[in-house]
């Protein structure tokens, strides 16, 4: 066993690695924060080595390692092992990797591995549950057949090389895996296990609050007995792009203009310790004065940019510009498609900017040095998965830029950004640029998706559009920032005091609490500002549109302190909107202000309004298109709550808001609120009393009381139906069928964890009912669906092959043969239901923002319910069964409660009365 060097500054894990005698390479994490213990195993294959005539066998076979090993050979059996040890299990199919990781409570550990290995020792591969696992890739295939980032990415495809794997089909359905017998299809499983899930080509992590010997002892007990077996080499892939140069106009389903440029670039895998790319990307996606974006913006073209590298395959990849265009950017895109080619050439004509390279080598090291704690499971997956291409003694180190680039390969990189590396994604479902392609425009459909796209050659030049344009030689390339933090160090160690008001008056309260436990040099800072007593519809719209219209023109100044750390959010509530900022303390206070400075300087300007309207109009137009089972949560609280406007109001009222409406109400507003403040982290009792002075001076004249109010739910009566049907453009059925609490708007926290434990409960008993047993559909869940103080459990179905009214009959039959006596829940099950959702609450934050975010509703609210969690974990503690079975008899058995439906394509009005949002 070996330690690896270099872990970040805050990092409180010790890491370590081994190679087994099979030849599997082991990443151990000490971690002594885990509350859980996890383990990874990745595979260096996935969907590229799928057979061409079987398309989604890597898919399948990551399926089946689940449904049963010789050594535990009964299906389901591994899956209910880590639900009662109060753990999750997952695994993905990537390009060219396969990942498996599961968590559980510490005591399960060994005996979860022991299950876990046999997934890479003797897997079974029954042929009996090959057809019902075709069924749920198909259903997988079939759930995202709506979602338009599979739709478009299955059409760039037809620009790719037929030679590349990457041009091929990879989740998998019926047609591609359902075509031979099950005997057959076992045969290939066990081709594909034997050829590419050998030790060589794979990586394990563990991470526990273990000693690394004992996590050691653990890898060579489990993960020994995988056999050793040689690995075939791959063959080299060919370039992704066969015939650049090439241009694809491809129909969406929902109102966007989003065009995407894709440079094909070398591979950038190994390149961790320098990471020329980034240059690249720092200077192409800068968002500040002078930069690109910003410029595009200032016109109104463009409302968002982003460069970056994807699709690495280990030999090719892409380098990807993609912006979201307006009405205005898509008449102008000859302009933009100029404006960004004259920034990369300004670039490659400019000497490599030194300032650019300590940049983004600084900001590399700090997110490296302070990244924010990751939970076992997230970081096992993460350090299995690189393991595969990096040598385990480096994996510390390739997490941030260790040197500078050298000139030379930064500009061997900037070469490949030329049109003959080139292929462009228009993305839109009206306006098209028919003239960005050479001759006719013809359209085909695209089989597995059913969309439509045109490709062609593109009919401009890149080398014309340079050469014509008259833009200065410094376009596009933004200044130095000078937010980068200087001052790192610690005001105290591991200090935590609660919080408490250091200044109050009439409409203010300014709070305050030192927080060091998490080690960094960071901290949060809130502001509220209360500006309405009862806000109506049109009230809400102004403060959405408000806030809104100030964060689309915070955008250039606070870009700067963003890429260096510093974040904002300004955001509303139902009566008003609270500003605050994250990141290193250093500068934070000065930022903060400085917004609140901007905040009541801001005025809208009516370009803007009309974008931002166009913008919201879309969303409401798109909102059908969301995926159903979304929808329905969505129109489960537009419904439930009070003080909602349906869609239609919405839409007329909007059109109606002129710009005078909208400064009107700003600076109506503006001279009116109640504030309250907050600040934590590493931050002394002065800065927050310097702070705090200063904003009185700047707001005092406009105190008010209006204080924070909570949403109120409509009120349900007992035994009653309610109804909301609504409309989808998935063919899909989809039922949320709640069960809410009529008696009750103040449930105790007994009561409310009453709901916990029973969502727990029928949960894994519905989802084997209605997903594994009757294949109702992909998504299946019960659900919290508790609003404040109401207790609510939901029902949520969404099936491609299942009439609503079918769906709600087996809900029902469901809830009526659930049985609440004291024989029909078992001891063992009950205490499992009340561990697992005891450890929920238990579950400590792990950094400053979790914790500043679970702070801020009790500051803000008027009772200041700081002991919630306390209160939570003490209720669940003293739980008993025969009381929760009680409850349940009540409210459940005897109907004790309202039903609220909501459904699509519902026929049966009679015994349900139908909701309204309102
Ligand atoms: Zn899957």
Redesign the pocket.
């Known amino acids: 066993m070996h330690f690896i060097q270099g872990k970040g500054q805050s990092d409180q894990h010790e890491y370590a690695h081994l190679t087994l005698d099979n030849g599997l390479t082991v990443i151990l994490v000490s971690d002594p924060m885990a509350e859980r213990s996890a383990a990874s195993l990745a595979i260096k294959a996935g969907s590229y080595q799928d057979p061409a005539q079987h398309l989604g066998l890597a898919?399948l076979l990551?399926?089946m390692l689940f449904l049963g090993t010789e050594k535990y050979p009964e299906a389901g059996a591994y899956q209910e092992f880590i639900r009662q040890s109060g753990g999750s299990h997952n695994a993905y199919?990537g390009a060219e990797i396969t990942n498996y990781y599961f968590d559980t409570l510490p005591a399960s550990y060994p005996e979860a591995l022991d299950r876990f290995a046999q997934f890479f020792i003797a897997p079974t591969l029954d042929p009996k549950y090959i057809e019902r696992e075709i069924n749920?890739?198909d259903s997988?295939y079939r759930a995202k057949l709506d979602d338009e980032s599979r739709r478009s990415n299955e059409a760039i495809k037809t620009l790719y090389s037929e030679h590349h794997p990457a041009a091929r089909f990879t989740v998998g359905n019926k047609e591609t895996l359902g075509n031979i017998t099950a005997e057959q299809l076992q045969d290939l499983l066990q081709g594909f296990y034997h050829r590419y899930y050998t030790p060589e080509n794979m990586a394990l992590t563990l991470v526990a609050n273990q000693p690394l010997e004992t996590l050691a002892a653990y890898a060579r007990n489990y993960f020994d007995a995988i056999e050793k077996r040689t690995t075939t080499n791959k063959p080299p892939l060919p370039s992704i792009v066969e015939h650049t140069g090439k241009v694809q106009l491809f129909k969406t389903k929902t109102e966007k203009s989003i065009v995407k440029f894709s440079f094909e670039i070398p591979s950038q895998t190994l390149n961790y310790a320098t990471q020329p790319a980034r240059y690249l990307s720092y200077v192409l996606g800068d968002e500040s004065e002078n930069s690109l974006f910003a410029n595009l913006k200032q016109q109104h073209w463009v409302q968002s940019l982003h460069a970056g590298t994807n699709l690495d395959d280990g030999q090719h990849a892409f380098f990807t510009i993609t912006m979201s265009l307006t009405e205005d950017g898509v008449e102008h895109r000859s302009e933009i498609v100029e404006r960004l080619f004259k920034t990369i050439d300004n670039l490659l004509r400019s000497p490599i900017s030194q300032q650019y390279l300590a940049e983004t080598k600084t900001l590399s090291a700090l997110n490296f040095e302070y990244h924010d704690y990751l939970q076992p499971v997230k970081l096992s997956q993460i350090l299995s998965s690189r393991a595969l291409d990096i040598p385990a003694e480096q994996l510390m180190a390739s997490f941030h830029i260790s040197e500078h680039a050298s000139e030379q390969n930064i500009r061997n990189l900037m070469n490949y950004l030329q049109q003959d590396n080139l292929i462009v994604q228009w993305q839109s479902n009206k306006d098209f640029p028919n003239d960005w392609i050479k001759g006719e425009v013809t359209w085909a459909t695209e089989p597995l998706y059913d969309s439509q796209y045109a490709n062609g050659d593109l009919a401009f030049q890149q080398t014309d559009l340079i050469a014509q344009s008259t833009l200065p030689s410094d376009f596009g390339l933004p200044n130095a920032n000078p937010f980068m933090p200087e001052k790192l160090d610690l005001v105290a160690q591991n200090l935590t005091i609660d919080p408490s008001i250091i200044d109050a008056k009439k409409g203010y309260d300014f709070w305050y609490k030192p927080n060091t436990q998490f080690n960094k040099p960071t901290g949060m800072i809130f502001g509220y500002f209360g500006f309405l007593k009862n806000p109506d519809t049109r009230d809400r719209l102004l403060l959405q549109l408000w806030a809104r219209l100030f964060n689309d023109a915070a955008g250039e100044s606070t870009y700067q302190p963003y890429m260096a750390g510093l974040g904002y959010e300004l955001y509303t509530h139902s009566n008003g909107l609270t500003l605050r900022t994250s990141g290193y303390n250093d500068k934070q206070s000065d930022y903060f202000y400085s917004l609140v400075e901007q905040i009541m300087a801001f005025r809208a300007s009516g370009k803007r309004l009309e974008i931002a309207k166009q913008d919201v109009l879309k969303g409401l137009n798109n909102l059908e298109s969301q995926p159903p089972y979304a929808l329905a949560r969505h129109y489960f609280s537009q419904t439930a709550i009070k003080g909602n406007a349906p869609v239609n109001v919405l839409q007329e009222l909007i059109g109606k808001i002129t710009v005078e409406d909208v400064n009107h109400f700003i600076d109506q507003h503006v001279q009116r609120f109640q504030y309250v403040g907050y600040m934590t982290g590493n931050f002394r009792r002065s800065d927050a009393e310097q702070l705090s002075a200063r904003l009185n001076d700047k707001i005092d004249t406009c105190l008010h009381t209006h204080a924070y109010r909570p949403v109120e739910l409509k009120n349900f009566g007992p035994q009653q139906n309610y109804l909301y049907n609504f409309d989808t453009s998935s063919a899909d059925s989809t039922v949320l069928y709640s069960l809410i609490a009529t008696d009750n708007n103040n449930a105790t926290y007994t009561q409310r964890a009453y709901v916990r434990i029973l969502a727990q409960l029928l949960g894994a008993k519905f989802y084997n009912e209605f997903r594994t047993e009757k294949q109702y559909g992909y998504i299946v869940a019960v659900t919290n669906q508790t609003i404040e103080r109401t207790p609510a459990i939901g029902f949520l179905v969404q099936s491609p092959n299942t009439s609503t009214q079918v769906l709600v009959n087996e809900i029902e039959r469901f809830i009526q043969s659930t049985k609440w006596g004291e024989k029909d829940v078992s001891d063992k099950e009950f205490e499992q239901a009340r561990q697992a959702v005891l450890a929920a609450y238990m579950k400590q934050p792990t950094n400053l923002k979790e914790e500043a975010l679970e702070e801020w509703p009790h500051i803000v609210e008027p009772n200041h319910n700081f002991n919630d969690r306390k209160e939570w974990i003490t209720a669940l503690e003293e739980l008993n069964k025969l009381d929760f079975l009680a409850f349940m008899r009540e409210k459940i058995e005897q109907n004790q409660a309202a039903r609220l439906l909501i459904t699509n394509n519902w026929q049966n009005t009679e015994a349900w009365t139908a909701l309204h949002i309102e």
Do not use: D, S, Y
């Open positions: 898919h990551e399926h199919t749920a890739v997988e």
